[in-house]
């Protein structure tokens, strides 16, 4: 018995009597795996998984580089990191580095460094590609979507009542109970913004049907002082003068537009930065807008003997009206807009005011008093033809056959417009397009109406 005690006693101290001899420290966490995943915004998540669970000391984010993209936010789960990549560029090979020590494994023990390869394919080639360059990812997945349903779904859209508001589309939901698909705006009028009564930077209408579902359109009737330092406004041709019914006319020329050293060319370049900072309020918030500038520039110059320009952008004729598409085009490129979809509105025979591929995504055509459907299919057909590289759209339209039958005779618009009636209450007896218009346009399979579209975010 006692030499049993004596050995239990030998075997105890034998295995504990090497009390020097430190216990092997905990092995660094390494990566086994990652997945990519691309999110709807345009952003990446980028899962790393360790062999072991990891933690991400406070601040140790500012440590995890990817080139000149964006690390936006890093969570760690257990044994999985998960990191979200922003600013990346379709076609270009990137780096997530993420140096030894930003991650922690059990006892402290800091993880060694980290490479994940990104890139972003490509988007598969279009006939149909955004003459912006590096254009927001929220515009290209719109015009890739118009691109998409062309010739088989049109859009369904309506006009602000003057400006800043969806009062039409409200009318058409209660009529119909369904929204347009898109919401026009109007920026007539920058010259007073920001005022009491007008204030563009006050984006919430726009925001609120964009994150409705909705897609966003604007137009701007350009008024410019009628002469030098003058303090009324128009977007009229003229020579400075009143007209009898007391509308102002403009000496404005639009030849002297582009001209440095101008009085003419100082009012572009302010009305064009002030309203760059409106738009970009909307490309801030991933807001794309389908963007339709000196619309209806040729007016009836090409219609009839003595016919005129309607608005002060054509009153030069074809060259000057040119030079400023492309100056505006410039211009926003400059300020780094790049959430615009350029629509140019065709009138009858001008195809010289025409400001060329690389600066035009939709051709549109304004029509009004159109009641044949054939007629109206006739003009589709004649801009497609004359614009075949691009979309087209009824840009404006108002009191013209019923959509159903202008589809049936073969007027593939990628999206129609009625005009507003100022302060209308209803759509009963509507100028522009009716209750029973509006009931057969959304009674269609191939419109489009808001609750419809894909997300575009």
């Known amino acids: 018995m006692l030499k049993q005690l004596l050995f239990v006693l030998l075997l105890l101290f034998t295995s504990c009597g090497d009390s020097n001899e430190e216990a092997p420290l905990p092995e660094a966490p390494k990566m086994t795996t990652y997945s990519l995943t691309e999110l709807a915004s345009g952003d990446v998540d980028i899962v790393v998984t360790y062999d072991q669970r990891v933690t991400l000391p406070s601040g140790n984010i500012s440590k995890m580089s990817v080139g000149d993209a964006v690390v936006t936010s890093a969570s760690v789960f257990l044994q999985d990191l998960t990191v979200r990549v922003g600013s990346l560029r379709r076609g270009e090979s990137y780096t997530l580095r993420i140096p030894k020590g930003t991650l922690l494994g059990p006892g402290d023990v800091e993880a060694g460094e980290a490479s994940i390869p990104i890139k972003l ?18 515009a290209r997945k719109v015009y890739a979507y118009l691109a998409s349903v062309y010739g088989k779904k049109s859009l369904s859209g309506t006009m602000a009542n003057v400006n800043w508001n969806i009062a039409e589309a409200e009318l058409v939901q209660r009529a119909t109970g369904k929204y347009p698909a898109i919401a ?3 920026y007539i009028h920058l010259f007073a913004s920001p005022a009491n009564w007008i204030d563009y930077s006050d984006t919430k209408v726009v925001e609120d049907w964009w994150n409705a579902g909705g897609l966003v359109g604007a137009g701007w009737h350009w008024n410019v002082p009628n002469v030098e330092n003058g303090t009324e406004y128009t977007c009229t041709p003229g020579n400075g003068t009143q007209n009898s019914d007391g509308n102002w006319t403009t000496a404005f020329r639009p030849k002297h537009a582009t001209v440095e050293g101008t009085w003419e060319n100082r009012v572009v370049k302010a009305d064009l930065k002030k309203i760059a900072e409106y738009l970009k309020l909307l490309q801030d918030k991933n807001i794309p807008v389908i963007w339709r500038p000196l619309h209806e520039a040729a007016g009836n110059i090409y219609e009839y003997t003595g016919g005129t320009a309607w608005f002060w952008w054509g009153y030069d004729g074809a060259d000057a009206y040119k030079k400023l598409w492309i100056y505006m085009f410039d211009f926003f490129k400059e300020q780094g807009i790049n959430n615009l979809i350029w ?42 033809k004359s ?70 975010k």
């Open 184 to 186: 026009f705006f109007d």
């Open 387 to 456: 614009y075949s590289k691009k979309l087209v759209a009824l840009s404006e339209c108002g009191n013209v056959a019923p959509v159903s039958s202008q589809w049936s005779a073969g007027a593939r618009w990628s999206f129609f417009m009625p005009w507003y009636q100022y302060n209308a209450t209803s759509l009963d007896g509507h100028g522009h397009a009716d209750t029973a218009w509006w009931k057969d346009a959304m009674a269609q399979d191939f419109v489009i109406t808001r609750d419809q579209l894909p997300s575009m």
């Open 121 to 138: 394919e490509e988007e598969e080639a279009s006939d149909y590609q955004l003459v912006t360059s590096n254009p927001l990812p929220q």
């Open 343 to 384: 629509v140019w509105t065709t009138q009858t025979k001008d195809d010289e005011f025409y400001p060329g591929d690389d600066y035009v995504d939709i051709v549109g055509r304004d029509i009004y008093n159109q009641k044949s459907g054939t007629d109206n299919a006739a003009q589709y057909s004649a801009v497609a």
